[in-house]
């Protein structure tokens, strides 16, 4: 069965850094769009970035855009997410999440997902 496996969140001040990971088993790192989304308490899911089987394409909300850099490295069968200059408005749960795809938009289907990990920004 396909599991991701999410990791290293925390508590940080504002302006500061975390790198998340996402362990991927059960899947084919390099046939997979590999994607990273979180959801504040009464907000929609927001998707913030993704990238494609092969990391050639990468794709990211404007509200994280110069801030955060989605990486994956197939060999380990894990992706990353490296979170810079964080904002209070970043808190929320991250979700790693993967689709068969070579269309990997924040907007399209992503049928696998992880049990999250909790980002908390404080001013």
């Known amino acids: 069965e396909v599991q991701l496996v999410e990791s290293g969140g925390g508590s940080v001040q504002a302006g500061g850094s975390l790198r998340l990971s996402c362990a991927a088993s059960g899947i084919f790192a390099s046939s997979a769009c590999m994607g990273w989304f979180r959801q504040a308490p009464g907000k929609e899911r927001e998707g913030v970035a993704s990238?494609?089987?092969?990391?050639?394409?990468?794709y990211y909300s404007d509200s994280v855009k110069g801030r955060f850099t989605i990486s994956r490295d197939n060999a380990k069968n894990t992706v990353y997410l490296q979170m810079n200059s964080l904002k209070p408005e970043d808190t929320a749960m991250y979700y790693c999440?993967?689709?068969?795809?070579?269309?990997?938009?924040?907007?399209?289907?992503?049928?696998?997902w992880g049990q999250g990990t909790q980002v908390t920004v404080s001013s």
């Open positions: 990238i494609s089987p092969r990391g050639g394409m990468t």
């Open positions: 999440a993967a689709r068969y795809s070579s269309f990997c938009r924040l907007s399209d289907d992503y049928g696998y």
